[in-house]
Structure formats: C-alpha cells, structure tokens
C-alpha cells in the first residue's frame, strides 16, 4: 500500500533525478515468459519514447536517496546545499515500482542514487532491488542501472546480471575540470566500472557462443554523459571523448546535457540564464554524424573550428567548408558521397543507391523519398539538373559558400543562436 509519506518521499526522489538524461535508450528485448511479470519492446526507447506503432513507452526515473556525500559543484544534490532530502527502503521501491507497473503507468526502472556511506555500501542496495525485483517479484520489464563508481568488481558483476544497461556518468570531458568542479572525483574511478561492464559483457559473449541458455550480463550495453557548458571545454573536447568512448565495444550512447544553473552561488560554474540547448541540440546532431554517417571527429572540428556552428548544423557546415566535394552525382555516387550531402539522411541514401539500378533519379524521385530539397538542390546533379537541360546548374561552387549560407538559415535559427552566443560561458573572476 503506496502511503502519502511514501508518494511525497517518492516525488522528491523522482525530481532530483530528473538531471541525469543517459537513460533513454533500452536497445533490449525481453520477451514474455510465463510466471514473469512485462516485457520490453524491442530495441525501442523506454524513457518518454514511442514504439513503431506510435504507442508511448514511460520509464520511473527515481534516485533511491538524494543524500550524497561529495560536494560536485554542478550536481543538485551536492552535500551542501538546502534542499529536501529524502530516502526509500528497498522493499519500499520495489513495491512502488510493481504498483506502477500493475497500474499501467510505466514499463520499466531506471535507478540511481547519491552516495551514502561508502560506494559498496550504496551498490549493494541498489542490486538487492533489482535482484528482488527479477526473483522475488519476477519482473520482466526494462531496468537501468546507474553503478556507483568505486564500488566493487563483485558488487558490479552481480548487478550485470539482474540489469539491461548499466551507465557511469563521466560529466566533464577534462580531468583538470573535474577535479575543480568535484575534487573527490576522478577520471580513473569513472573508467575503473566502465571497463569493468565492458569485461563482463565480453565474457557473455563468448559464453553464450558455448552455451545457449547462458544468463546475459546487461544485454543492452552501456551508456554515459556528459555536462554542456558547465565549464570551459570546446566542443572539440567533448567530441573527442565522445569518438574514444565509442571506440570501446560496449558504449551505446553518450548523451549530452546543457547545463542547468541550479547552484548559482557557486563562483566556479558560470552564470548562464538558461542551457545552451542550442549548442547541446548541435553536439547531438554531430554525435549521429560519427555514429551513422562516417564522419570522424576532425572532419566535424578542428583547431580553426573548435566549435559547433550554431547557426547551421554540423553536416551543412561541414559542405560549407567543402565546396571542393560537390557537386555529388545521385545517380552514380558512392553511398558514403551521398550520405555527405545535406538534406539526405540514411534512409534516404539507401532507397537512392538502390532506385537507381532500375532508371535515372531525378529531384522528383529524390522528394518521393524524403530528401530535403532546399538544402540539397544546391549540393547535387541529378536527371533534369544536368547541363545537357536548359535549366542552368546553380550549386555551392556557383553561388559559393558565403552567399549561400543565408538562404539556408532561417531567421528564426538565427535569432536562437545569437540568444545563446549571448550566454556562452560567463565565468566569475576567481578573486571575486
């Protein structure tokens, strides 16, 4: 029975949660099996996001306490500030979390927790609820779960077992920053739980090579993420963990947060007077550009370009940069040349190379499959957009690249960008 002080415990937890945005992702399947209780769609999100068949899947983000040891300047939930605080036992968030699930109300768990004690000590807890809710409640359904670094291997090992994906959050993308914005932290107490994930998932593998009906150990892999604009680290910096970290054959995502002003008294965080959601909008869009379109980092920022554009994204500014590689033939391109213009997509570059074996594609065909033709009229040849057609060729190496940026931005991206150049990174003077 979910009681009053239980629900307002529970809404407290649920709030200061709600900062850690690495849990949107499942990339699982785990399908129903009699005498278990849910299942998850497969590889669809779970946190606010929707099936194929629109249908949208809720996760219950909540911390099992708000009480913390360290002092992390930009964490709501620092030591020293005054804010409410609030505990739940085990047996008290498994209850919750069954009784929402039996109530419709969500689909899975996602568990975190400020550090009481010792790490092992947090750790432990947080297995016992999702081992309980596996074994004891039998429940089917999606969990997440935040490891405490410092923890132990054996505390880590045990909770791969009974989790879909686990994340450690590295938050700023520098040592010498973390150990400013958070002296008790390090780099080496973040990667210490990744490799030890990644370890696991590993052995799994080979496993269940040999052995069918092996237990998977956090099938859905790992994920982290990373503060934006809470310190003075370009958007080169953040790529290049970025592209390190999905080097290692474990990490699904890292996901990206416009830092939120919450502990604004501190004079070691900047004053900003709403995230940088532009700037935070623009690393994701560059972080699908490494993911699924073969750019590496330094082709998206270099030593001249150390920041995301915020006016265009980071593909069109990239084809900016380039007019040399353009204009791309659609009907004889490779499909990684195609995939390099803007306005085309992966889907859209997939149904291009494989129309094309049956007659010319022409800018009607490139309409048909979703290609948008404002950006990439300007970048491509193609059917009636030849020279042997009287319509003259008018691309980026005719109006060249400084004439055509403005007919590519609207005015209205224009207006939110210079709203956040405005905000870029205001730090107090350390003497103050």
């Known amino acids: 029975m979910l009681t009053e002080k239980t ?49 949208c899947i809720s996760l219950l983000k909540v911390m099992l306490t ?52 010792t790490p092992d000590y947090t750790m432990e807890r947080l297995v016992a609820i999702v081992r309980d809710l596996r074994t004891v409640h039998r429940f089917n359904g999606y969990i997440h779960l935040k490891a405490i670094p410092g ?5 880590m090992a045990e909770a791969g077992r009974w989790a879909d994906r686990m994340s450690v959050n590295i938050e700023i993308p520098k040592e010498d920053s973390l150990r400013l914005l958070a002296p008790e932290k390090d780099h080496q107490s973040v990667f210490q739980p990744m490799k030890l994930i990644e370890q696991g998932v590993l052995e799994n593998k080979e496993d269940r090579k040999k052995y069918r009906h092996a237990p998977r150990f956090v099938p859905a892999g790992q ?32 996901y990206y947060s416009g830092y939120v002003s919450v502990n604004t008294y501190d004079p070691r965080l900047p004053n900003l007077k709403q995230p940088p959601l532009v700037r935070e909008n623009r690393l994701y869009q560059a972080d699908w550009l490494m993911r699924f379109y073969h750019f590496k980092v330094d082709e998206i920022v270099d030593d001249a370009h150390t920041h995301l554009d915020l006016d265009v994204d980071p593909k ?48 009607y065909h490139l309409k048909k499959m979703g290609v948008v033709m404002k950006k990439a009229r300007y970048f491509i040849t193609c059917g009636e957009l030849t020279s042997s057609f009287s319509q003259p060729i008018v691309g980026i190496n005719e109006m060249h690249p400084e004439r055509l940026r403005p007919l590519l931005v609207s005015k209205a991206q224009q207006k939110r960008a210079a709203q956040e150049q405005q905000l870029m990174l205001d730090f107090k003077d350390d003497d103050e």
Not at 151 to 155: D, F, G, W
Not at 318 to 325: D, K, Q
């Open 223 to 254: 994920s982290t993420q990373m503060i934006v604009g809470a310190t003075q680290e370009s958007d080169k910096d953040i790529l290049n963990m970025s592209s390190a970290l999905y080097g290692r054959p474990t990490m699904r995502r890292v």
């Open 151 to 155: 923890s132990s291997p054996e505390l």
């Open 316 to 363: 069109l500014a990239w084809a900016l940069r380039h007019p040399e590689f353009f204009p791309v033939d659609i009907n004889t391109a490779a499909y990684e040349h195609i995939l390099r213009v803007p306005g085309i997509g992966t889907k859209s570059a997939w149904l291009i190379v494989n129309s094309r074996r049956y007659g010319r594609v022409t800018s």
């Open 7 to 55: 629900m307002e415990r529970l809404r407290i937890l649920a709030e200061s949660a709600k900062y850690d945005v690495s849990c949107s992702s499942s990339g699982t399947v785990r399908r129903g099996q009699q005498g278990m209780v849910g299942n998850t769609v497969g590889g669809v999100g779970i946190c606010h996001s929707f099936a194929d068949d629109g249908r």
């Open 66 to 117: 708000n009480y913390c040891k360290y002092d992390c300047a930009y964490c709501i939930n620092r030591r020293t500030n005054d804010i409410p605080r609030a505990t739940l036992s085990v047996s008290e968030l498994e209850e919750i979390t069954m009784e929402f699930y039996r109530r419709n109300y969500i689909e899975g768990l996602f568990l975190s927790s400020g550090v009481v004690r």
